[in-house]
């Protein structure tokens, strides 16, 4: 019965962490950083709360070094469609 359990729990944390490893980057993050928000609440043990702060640092440290990418960061403002002269 142990067994079964314990092959069981071992199965749903690698499904879990290959659905975190295919998932989009910007999707990723900010799944991580509602975690985060949710631990941070009164009541919560504080267990949760440092688990919640890891994987938002490891969710940030997946995005890589592009900050012109679109999956790095959200939008912050619409873009002017206008182009300006350059001389």
């Given at each position: 019965m142990w067994q079964g359990l314990t092959v069981g729990m071992i199965v749903l944390v690698a499904t879990a962490y290959a659905i975190w490893a295919l998932v989009p980057a910007g999707t990723r993050l900010r799944l991580a950083s509602?975690?985060?928000?949710?631990?941070?609440?009164?009541?919560?043990?504080?267990?949760?709360?440092?688990?919640?702060?890891?994987?938002?640092?490891s969710a940030r440290s997946r995005i890589g070094g592009?900050?012109?990418?679109?999956?790095?960061?959200?939008?912050?403002?619409?873009?002017?469609?206008?182009?300006v002269a350059q001389d």
């Open positions: 509602r975690l985060s928000a949710w631990s941070r609440r009164a009541g919560r043990p504080a267990w949760l709360g440092h688990l919640a702060v890891s994987v938002e640092r592009c900050t012109d990418c679109g999956t790095a960061s959200p939008p912050t403002a619409a873009r002017s469609k206008r182009r």
